[in-house]
């Protein structure tokens, strides 16, 4: 689904929204109001989903949570508004036994079901 931000569009990975989806017209795909916002890392991707995507990220009101997923290692990166709107709080999982809590959703989901079927060649 594609999501609004202050000057154009982005297609992100995976966007959850809670309550009734807003839109920016009548055409209904354009996402004007997500909750969460989750991007699947790659090498081409990694710098710009932490810098320049993630600020304009920021510039959405209802947005709670920015999280960032690994596909070369296990990594789950999580940034969460806090009260304060201009503040996000860090947290980083690295053990395939923790769990991710997306608190704006209630949801729960352990690193190993994000992972599922997946193995890294060790170096």
């Known amino acids: 689904m594609r999501v609004k931000i202050k000057n154009g569009y982005v297609y992100p990975d995976v966007v959850i929204h809670c309550g009734e989806a807003q839109f920016e017209d009548d055409e209904l795909d354009t996402l004007t109001n997500p ?22 990220y920021q510039g959405i009101p209802t947005l709670k949570e920015y999280i960032l997923i690994s596909q070369d290692k296990y990594r789950v990166e999580q940034y969460i508004r806090t009260e304060k709107k201009d503040t996000w709080e860090y947290s ?3 053990n395939i036994d923790q769990t991710l ?4 959703a209630n949801c729960k989901i352990p690193l190993s079901e994000i992972y599922w079927d997946v193995s890294f060649e060790t170096k």
């Open 35 to 56: 909750v969460v916002i989750i991007e699947i890392l790659s090498d081409s991707t990694a710098a710009f989903d932490r810098g320049e995507k993630f600020n304009s």
């Open 92 to 94: 980083s999982l690295k």
């Open 101 to 104: 809590t997306i608190e704006a």
